[in-house]
């Protein structure tokens, strides 16, 4: 009897963690810096061949994956653009326009994702250049003085 609790109890902890390991990325400020920083100074070069949009669409899809809640729904609206402008036919000026106010509408998502990453990552996404040291959280010591009465 103890013996079937003992596998039964290992096979729930070998599920555990085999199940963990297939778990999405973790979506943290500091998940999403480390892939930003594992993407760079590509993620900030200009794109000239299908080649470059495609590695691209792949860079912000892994990105993506790690936002967070904060900027994911910007971010997917940026990596949608990028996906939806790689279909483009350059001869085909209505689907030209459509995608000029589709990147005009994105603006918003842009500047806030632009933001936030220079803030908790301390890079211009569009540049992929480090800008300033990452922002740390602030701690509050209190201090105490006391004087001697005499």
């Known amino acids: 009897m103890c013996a079937r609790r003992t596998a039964a109890l ?4 070998g599920l555990i963690f085999a199940l963990s390991g297939c778990a999405a990325p973790a979506r943290t400020g500091s998940s999403f810096c480390a892939q930003l ?13 299908g080649t470059d949009v495609t590695a691209m669409i792949d860079r912000y899809e ?13 971010f997917a609206i940026l990596t949608g653009l990028l996906q939806d402008a790689s279909k483009v036919d350059p001869t085909d000026k209505e ?5 000029a106010d589709a990147t005009y509408a994105a603006n918003q998502s842009a500047l806030n994702v632009r933001d936030w990453v220079k803030s ?8 992929g250049l480090n800008i300033d040291p990452p922002r740390l959280p602030t701690t509050t010591i209190v201090t105490t003085t006391s004087t001697v009465a005499p």
Do not use: F, H, W
């Open 37 to 49: 920083g594992r993407e760079l100074p590509a993620i900030g070069q200009p794109m000239g061949t």
């Open 120 to 127: 908790t990552c301390a890079v211009d996404i569009s540049t």
């Open 62 to 74: 892994r990105l993506l994956k790690r936002a967070p809640l904060s900027i994911e729904g910007d």
């Open 95 to 99: 689907a030209l326009q459509e995608m």
């Open 10 to 13: 290992a096979t729930a902890i």
